[in-house]
């Protein structure tokens, strides 16, 4: 099929953040492009410095 173009909108995650505890982030999906989302999605968590995500950025879980 077409891509779709999934783009993570509403992006919540707590202001601070204790290593070992948990926390809970938040995050909508939506389909800016023409043609309708199928399959299959997995989504990934990483935790970064600043605001632009890079390959040095730490994983923290995948979402499938």
């Not at 970064?48 to 730490?58: G, Y």
């Amino acid at each position: 099929p077409p891509p779709s173009d999934l783009v993570a909108t509403a992006v919540t995650v707590p202001p601070v953040a204790v290593p070992g505890e948990l926390v809970t982030i938040e995050w909508l999906l939506q389909n800016q492009g023409t043609f309708p989302a199928s399959g299959y999605l997995c989504d990934a968590v990483y935790v970064s410095a600043d605001e632009l995500w890079d390959v040095d950025d730490a994983h923290v879980d995948d979402y499938c």
